[in-house]
Protein backbone atom coordinates (compact mmCIF):
# COMPACT_ATOMS: atom_id res chain seq x y z
CA UNK A 1 0.00 0.00 0.00
CA UNK A 2 2.92 2.42 0.95
CA UNK A 3 3.85 2.77 -2.35
CA UNK A 4 0.46 3.61 -3.78
CA UNK A 5 0.72 6.81 -1.34
CA UNK A 6 3.43 8.40 -3.01
CA UNK A 7 1.59 8.72 -6.73
CA UNK A 8 -1.40 9.64 -5.74
CA UNK A 9 0.62 12.61 -3.96
CA UNK A 10 1.55 13.73 -6.43
CA UNK A 11 -1.26 13.92 -8.57
CA UNK A 12 -3.04 15.46 -5.81
CA UNK A 13 -0.45 18.49 -5.61
CA UNK A 14 -0.39 18.74 -9.30
CA UNK A 15 -3.73 18.93 -9.30
CA UNK A 16 -3.79 21.74 -6.98
CA UNK A 17 -0.84 23.56 -8.44
CA UNK A 18 -2.21 23.43 -11.86
CA UNK A 19 -5.25 25.06 -10.85
CA UNK A 20 -3.68 28.05 -9.76
CA UNK A 21 -1.16 28.62 -12.68
CA UNK A 22 -4.69 28.25 -15.35
CA UNK A 23 -6.20 31.05 -12.68
CA UNK A 24 -8.73 29.12 -10.59
CA UNK A 25 -9.91 31.25 -7.77
CA UNK A 26 -9.42 34.39 -9.78
CA UNK A 27 -12.60 35.24 -11.19
CA UNK A 28 -12.25 36.73 -14.82
CA UNK A 29 -13.03 39.92 -15.77
CA UNK A 30 -16.91 40.25 -16.12
CA UNK A 31 -18.10 40.22 -19.69
CA UNK A 32 -21.21 42.41 -19.62
CA UNK A 33 -23.76 42.20 -22.44
CA UNK A 34 -23.64 45.17 -24.87
CA UNK A 35 -27.44 46.97 -23.39
CA UNK A 36 -25.08 46.77 -19.79
CA UNK A 37 -21.60 48.09 -21.69
CA UNK A 38 -23.95 50.67 -23.69
CA UNK A 39 -25.83 51.99 -20.14
CA UNK A 40 -22.31 52.14 -18.51
CA UNK A 41 -20.26 53.76 -21.03
CA UNK A 42 -22.23 55.75 -22.81
CA UNK A 43 -25.55 57.20 -21.82
CA UNK A 44 -23.70 60.10 -20.26
CA UNK A 45 -23.32 61.42 -23.71
CA UNK A 46 -25.27 59.55 -26.13
CA UNK A 47 -28.78 59.17 -23.88
CA UNK A 48 -30.51 55.66 -23.36
CA UNK A 49 -32.29 55.98 -26.22
CA UNK A 50 -29.28 56.85 -28.86
CA UNK A 51 -30.24 60.33 -29.60
CA UNK A 52 -27.29 62.04 -27.81
CA UNK A 53 -29.82 65.15 -26.32
CA UNK A 54 -28.07 64.63 -22.96
CA UNK A 55 -26.23 67.57 -21.13
CA UNK A 56 -23.11 66.15 -22.26
CA UNK A 57 -24.49 65.07 -25.06
CA UNK A 58 -25.18 68.80 -26.58
CA UNK A 59 -21.98 70.30 -24.53
CA UNK A 60 -19.84 67.27 -26.89
CA UNK A 61 -21.79 67.65 -30.13
CA UNK A 62 -22.14 63.97 -29.54
CA UNK A 63 -24.08 62.20 -33.00
CA UNK A 64 -27.53 61.02 -32.78
CA UNK A 65 -26.81 56.95 -33.18
CA UNK A 66 -30.33 56.60 -34.34
CA UNK A 67 -29.78 59.01 -37.64
CA UNK A 68 -29.77 56.14 -39.96
CA UNK A 69 -28.35 58.41 -42.53
CA UNK A 70 -25.36 59.35 -41.04
CA UNK A 71 -25.05 56.11 -39.24
CA UNK A 72 -25.53 54.24 -42.76
CA UNK A 73 -22.34 55.97 -44.31
CA UNK A 74 -20.28 54.28 -41.24
CA UNK A 75 -19.04 50.67 -41.62
CA UNK A 76 -19.03 48.43 -38.95
CA UNK A 77 -14.37 48.69 -38.62
CA UNK A 78 -15.27 52.55 -38.27
CA UNK A 79 -17.74 52.51 -35.72
CA UNK A 80 -15.55 49.99 -34.01
CA UNK A 81 -12.38 52.40 -34.02
CA UNK A 82 -14.45 55.21 -33.13
CA UNK A 83 -15.75 53.00 -29.81
CA UNK A 84 -11.66 51.11 -28.62
CA UNK A 85 -9.90 54.68 -29.77
CA UNK A 86 -12.04 57.63 -29.18
CA UNK A 87 -12.40 60.93 -31.07
CA UNK A 88 -10.82 63.77 -31.80
CA UNK A 89 -11.79 66.91 -33.87
CA UNK A 90 -9.74 68.13 -36.36
CA UNK A 91 -7.96 70.85 -33.90
CA UNK A 92 -7.10 67.26 -31.64
CA UNK A 93 -9.39 67.81 -28.81
CA UNK A 94 -10.74 64.90 -27.75
CA UNK A 95 -14.56 64.44 -27.86
CA UNK A 96 -15.04 60.67 -27.51
CA UNK A 97 -13.00 59.07 -24.85
CA UNK A 98 -11.14 55.87 -25.79
CA UNK A 99 -12.43 52.17 -24.71
CA UNK A 100 -9.96 49.90 -25.34
CA UNK A 101 -8.99 49.92 -21.32
CA UNK A 102 -13.02 49.30 -20.49
CA UNK A 103 -13.71 46.70 -22.69
CA UNK A 104 -12.55 43.72 -24.26
CA UNK A 105 -12.74 43.46 -27.98
CA UNK A 106 -15.13 40.92 -28.30
CA UNK A 107 -17.27 42.76 -26.31
CA UNK A 108 -16.65 46.25 -28.50
CA UNK A 109 -17.63 44.09 -31.42
CA UNK A 110 -21.14 42.99 -29.61
CA UNK A 111 -21.80 46.90 -28.89
CA UNK A 112 -21.38 47.86 -32.95
CA UNK A 113 -23.93 45.62 -33.63
CA UNK A 114 -26.63 46.88 -30.76
CA UNK A 115 -25.10 49.58 -31.85
CA UNK A 116 -26.67 49.64 -34.94
CA UNK A 117 -30.09 48.27 -33.59
CA UNK A 118 -30.71 52.00 -32.22
CA UNK A 119 -31.44 52.97 -35.78
CA UNK A 120 -34.54 54.11 -36.53
C1 LIG B 1 -17.84 62.11 -23.56
C2 LIG B 1 -19.04 61.89 -24.34
C3 LIG B 1 -19.14 60.58 -25.11
C4 LIG B 1 -19.19 59.30 -24.60
C5 LIG B 1 -19.08 58.87 -23.15
C6 LIG B 1 -19.38 58.42 -25.75
N1 LIG B 1 -19.44 59.16 -26.90
FE1 LIG B 1 -19.77 58.45 -28.77
N2 LIG B 1 -19.50 60.30 -29.54
C7 LIG B 1 -19.31 61.46 -28.80
C8 LIG B 1 -19.13 62.59 -29.70
C9 LIG B 1 -18.89 64.02 -29.28
C10 LIG B 1 -19.23 62.06 -31.02
C11 LIG B 1 -19.10 62.82 -32.34
C12 LIG B 1 -17.64 62.88 -32.69
C13 LIG B 1 -17.39 63.51 -34.03
O1 LIG B 1 -18.33 63.88 -34.73
O2 LIG B 1 -16.22 63.64 -34.37
C14 LIG B 1 -19.48 60.63 -30.88
C15 LIG B 1 -19.66 59.78 -31.94
C16 LIG B 1 -20.02 58.44 -31.82
C17 LIG B 1 -20.32 57.60 -32.92
C18 LIG B 1 -20.27 57.99 -34.39
C19 LIG B 1 -18.90 57.54 -34.85
C20 LIG B 1 -18.32 58.20 -36.03
O3 LIG B 1 -17.32 57.63 -36.48
O4 LIG B 1 -18.79 59.24 -36.49
C21 LIG B 1 -20.64 56.38 -32.41
C22 LIG B 1 -21.03 55.11 -33.17
C23 LIG B 1 -20.51 56.48 -30.96
N3 LIG B 1 -20.14 57.77 -30.65
C24 LIG B 1 -20.73 55.45 -30.09
C25 LIG B 1 -20.45 55.50 -28.73
C26 LIG B 1 -20.50 54.37 -27.86
C27 LIG B 1 -20.92 52.97 -28.27
C28 LIG B 1 -20.12 54.81 -26.63
C29 LIG B 1 -19.94 53.99 -25.35
C30 LIG B 1 -18.93 52.95 -25.44
C31 LIG B 1 -19.86 56.24 -26.73
N4 LIG B 1 -20.05 56.60 -28.02
C32 LIG B 1 -19.49 57.05 -25.67
C33 LIG B 1 -19.28 61.55 -27.42
C34 LIG B 1 -19.29 60.48 -26.55
Redesign the pocket.
Known sequence: MIFLRHPFRVVFWGGVFWGASVGWGAPPAPVLSPGD??EK??I???GANGKSQTR?GRK????D?TNAESMGK?SDA??FK??KFG?K?SKGEE???P?AGAMADAEIDA?VGW?RGLMK
Open positions: NFHCDCHLSGAKLLEITIRNKMEFLV
